[in-house]
């Protein structure tokens, strides 16, 4: 079995709360996080990058974007799904609580 990489990136100050959610939902996970940014178009922009260069580093693993829950970062998600999709790459929505989502597109 594949290990799981992800990268993941927090605004509100808790990129470790985000790690330990992840590492909870995806077992055997390693995590990559970016510095921390005031500006979630940035800061999801560097961690898509760096989700890209996992992607081609490790072309056969699991690669996840993990992102706070907040509503800028699922409409950035959502705008990124065809290439979400087309490069294998999850995302995964952390909640203040530690609990995680996956993002699942919605279907018309």
Request: aromatic share 8%.
């Amino acid at each position: 079995m594949p290990h799981m990489t992800v990268t993941d990136i927090a605004t509100w100050g808790t990129a470790a709360h985000v790690r330990a959610a992840l590492e909870r939902e995806l077992e055997g996970a390693l995590v990559e996080v970016p510095h921390d940014d005031e500006a979630p178009r940035w800061a999801f922009g560097e961690a898509l990058r760096r989700s890209l260069v996992l992607r081609q580093n490790h072309p056969f693993d699991v690669v996840a974007l993990g992102l706070p829950d907040l509503l800028r970062y699922r409409d950035l998600v959502a705008g990124s799904e065809v290439t979400l999709r087309a490069t294998k790459i999850d995302a995964y929505f952390v909640r203040k609580d530690g609990s995680a989502e996956q993002y699942v597109p919605e279907t018309e």
